[in-house]
């Protein structure tokens, strides 16, 4: 997915809500994803109140959306720097070609796992089976010693963990006993939760990450503090359990993402991230110019997506704010 805006910017009326000293809730902003009838995704991160959770720094939620109306996805081949993505559906199915021969297919309950590195491009497209697409994409910051890593693709389809009072797929990290295989660069957490109706779930973490808990759809209450579906509660580190209530008569569900405190500053722009305003130069000339840095999507029909012009101003660097400070 393409991250059309050039600079995250923070959504009127959405300042983070505290409860307590364990979470913060931030609302979505829709975006409109492009084309002349625009998907509109919901995204969480980044945003001047919060820019990763780990290194989680990225997030858009979408869906359910009817494909017959907006057209579904159809985002032509674009390149990355720095960051993996991670596809995760519910329904529908996205067909994946990228530069380094991969085609694939998107499907709910399985992870496609990204990883740009120095440099890659792809594309993606719903597919015509698709009727109600609905899901999230999410990207991964790397960190410096790995930010130029090979480009590489992954696939992986994780089992159902029970639980009791629901259920659970864990596509990266480790929870409830649960090991995903697929490695990452930095420690993380990605997981599917539902929730059965008027039910709790009690889960153990690890109290050096940060927690972020994406609600899908539920009257879902994390640790105590009430969450709307599309919003997003964060808990800093220091936590050694989490408690996911759903306070409705429905099923609900939700997406947990966890890691460490990323240290870094990163500078993240369109689809890049680097840590100076000049990587950032680099790897839109490249793109602009047709270098071999991103290689090629080949069987798409269609343009690939041109880059947006730079900004006038230096391209800052951005981490988390200190807690307690105003941005």
């Not at 674009?78 to 021969?101: A, C």
């Not at 609905?134 to 994780?158: K, M, S, Y």
């Amino acid at each position: 997915m393409s991250h059309v805006e050039p600079r995250p910017a923070e959504p009127a009326g959405t300042t983070p809500r505290l409860h307590g000293r364990e979470i913060e809730v931030l609302s979505a902003r829709e975006v409109p994803l492009g084309g002349p009838r625009a998907m509109t995704v919901r995204r969480t991160l980044p945003q001047r109140a919060r820019t990763l959770i780990g290194a989680w720094c990225f997030a858009d939620h979408y869906g359910p959306d009817d494909v017959t109306v907006t057209g579904g996805m159809r985002v032509a081949p674009h390149p990355h720097t720095g960051l993996q993505t991670v596809s995760w559906l519910f329904s529908g199915e996205i067909e994946h070609r990228d530069s380094i021969g991969n085609h694939a297919f998107v499907r709910p309950g399985e992870l496609n796992l990204m990883t740009g590195g120095f440099g890659i491009s792809h594309s993606e497209v719903s597919t015509g089976r698709t009727t109600l697409l609905h899901g999230l994409q999410l990207w991964v910051a790397l960190p410096e010693a790995h930010r130029h890593t090979a480009r590489n693709f992954q696939h992986h389809v994780p089992g159902t963990v029970p639980l009791e009072g629901g259920e659970a797929r864990v596509f990266l990290g480790s929870l409830a006993g649960d090991t995903s295989p697929v490695p990452t660069f930095t420690p993380l957490l990605g997981a599917e939760l539902s929730i059965e109706p008027d039910a709790t779930l009690w889960l153990a973490v690890d109290e050096v990450f940060e927690h972020g808990v994406i609600v899908d759809s539920g009257a879902v209450h994390m640790n105590g503090t009430p969450l709307r579906p599309a919003e997003l509660g964060c808990a800093a580190p220091g936590l050694t359990s989490l408690t996911l209530t759903n306070a409705s008569s429905r099923p609900a569900r939700v997406v947990l993402l966890g890691g460490p405190p990323f240290q870094e500053e990163i500078v993240m722009w369109w689809n890049f991230i680097g840590r100076t305003h000049d990587d950032i130069v680099r790897a839109r000339d490249a793109w602009e110019y047709g270098s071999d840095r991103f290689g090629q999507v080949e069987e798409y029909d269609g343009n690939r997506l041109p880059a947006p012009a730079l900004p006038h101003a230096t391209i800052a660097p951005r981490r988390n704010p200190v807690p307690g400070s105003r941005t």
